[in-house]
């Protein structure tokens, strides 16, 4: 059994942003997956218009149930921004808006560090959508720009999961480890 991504959920409940039916169909997808709990089975039968304070209640039961620690703040934004990444590089059809969601991650909190580079890149794109040249990162051409782009989404997703083994105490809970679990 498998988790199916979770960075949406702990952004929508741990940082008060997001979409509300993002959690549902994610409980839509968990239980397809075979995984299931009472408020799983509540928060996917949930349906529009959605409360966002009821969706976030029975967000929280269901992890609380199926034993994942609820990310918050800098943690939930940091599991969406792995989440994000890791669609780059699957769906590249998607790459621009997901990027361009990453920029803003990183703009709205105060240019967290760990998701700066992703700030940059958006600004090389846009850049080259207008010019031949930009001054955000150094060696980016439009030819080699994705490459830069997918080798960064890499190098973070491999460092995020790498301090956020599971057991380690204040360490970000990896999301792979998570899928993996049951």
């Known amino acids: 059994m498998k988790y199916p991504p979770l960075g949406k959920v702990f952004w929508f409940c741990g940082t008060n942003e997001g979409i509300a039916q ?28 959605l409360n966002s304070f009821e969706v976030r209640d029975y967000t929280k039961k269901t992890l609380k149930e199926l034993g994942i620690r609820e990310l918050v703040g800098e943690e939930a934004v940091l599991a969406y921004s792995r989440d994000l990444a890791e669609e780059i590089i699957e769906r590249r059809e998607s790459l621009r808006a997901n990027l361009k969601a990453l920029f803003t991650l990183c703009h709205t909190n105060d240019y967290l560090s760990e998701i700066y580079d992703f700030y940059l890149l958006e600004c090389t794109y846009t850049d080259f959508d207008y010019q031949d040249f930009q001054y955000y990162w150094e060696g980016a051409t439009k030819e080699n720009v994705e490459d830069i782009l997918i080798e960064k989404c890499q190098t973070f997703i491999d460092s995020y999961d790498k301090r956020a083994e599971p057991g380690e105490s204040g360490q970000l809970l990896s999301l792979r480890s998570l899928r993996a679990t049951s």
């Open 22 to 49: 993002d959690c549902v169909d994610w409980a839509l997808d968990a239980l397809c997956e075979g995984i299931d709990s009472p408020s799983l089975r509540i928060l996917a039968g949930l349906e529009s218009p």
